[in-house]
């Protein structure tokens, strides 16, 4: 079954304490993605991705890093959470490194007190 | 920076109406234009997208239209069923860097029987 897949689904972390959430995919795309939402904010694009090793930023980059070192994974990185990252957060993936058709995880709630 | 505006932010519908859903983008370079519908507890699935190329496409119950001089298109849905309840957001790719894909604030579309 086709699918991008999140971990964790929920995670409640303290403020500075690194944490890592994970996303793989299992359909060869090159174009990976991250988001976050917000209430009243809607999807907000924070890295992408157009191939392994291409990482770009999208929106709302601050506080994030992601890697790109092969195809199916695209780790998103909070070095030093805070509050203000809590968040519903959504990983994508689509085929030809352009975000066209892109299927999207479960998604990963984190909240950061 | 570059938006999307949508249009309205909630909507209520009896069974069997219309709904349409409305979105602006300020690129007007940006030339791939999708609509992903969210159910409760689930990542964005794609329903129906369109290129800049074309001014309307049909799926069924769905279709989107687009009108590039006013930088605008609608999602519209017919013979509305219950389970078309969700929240509806648009999105439109800008052409800098090809991979940044810019969502609207979301739609929560609400169908009673």
């Known amino acids: 079954e086709a699918q991008v897949t999140q971990n964790p689904r929920y995670l409640i972390t303290v403020t500075g304490k690194k944490l890592t959430v994970t996303c793989s995919q299992n359909m060869n795309h090159e174009y990976m993605s991250w988001y976050r939402q917000d209430p009243g904010l809607g999807l907000r694009q924070i890295y992408y991705s157009m191939n392994v090793e291409v990482t770009d930023k999208g929106d709302v980059p601050e506080g994030y890093k992601v890697s790109r070192k092969e195809k199916r994974n695209f780790p998103l990185i909070l070095e030093s959470p805070s509050p203000n990252q809590t968040s519903l957060y959504f990983c994508?993936?689509?085929?030809?490194?352009?975000?066209?058709?892109?299927?999207f995880g479960q998604g990963t709630r984190l909240t950061v007190v | 920076g570059e938006n999307v505006e949508q249009h309205p932010s909630t909507l209520s519908v009896q069974e069997g109406d219309s709904a349409v859903i409305k979105c602006t983008y300020s690129?007007?370079?940006?030339?791939?234009f999708p609509w992903y519908k969210q159910e409760l507890g689930k990542g964005p699935q794609l329903i129906i997208d369109?290129?800049?190329?074309?001014g309307e496409k049909k799926d069924q119950r769905i279709a989107v239209t687009l009108n590039k001089t006013a930088k605008h298109f609608s999602l519209h849905i017919t013979e509305t069923q219950p389970e078309d309840s969700a929240v509806y957001f648009c999105a439109a790719l800008l052409v800098r860097g090809q991979g940044n894909l810019i969502f609207g604030k979301g739609t929560k579309l609400s169908v009673k029987p």
């Open positions: 690129d007007s370079a940006s030339n791939y």
């Open positions: 994508a993936s689509s085929a030809g490194g352009v975000p066209t058709e892109a299927f």
């Open positions: 369109i290129r800049s190329n074309v």
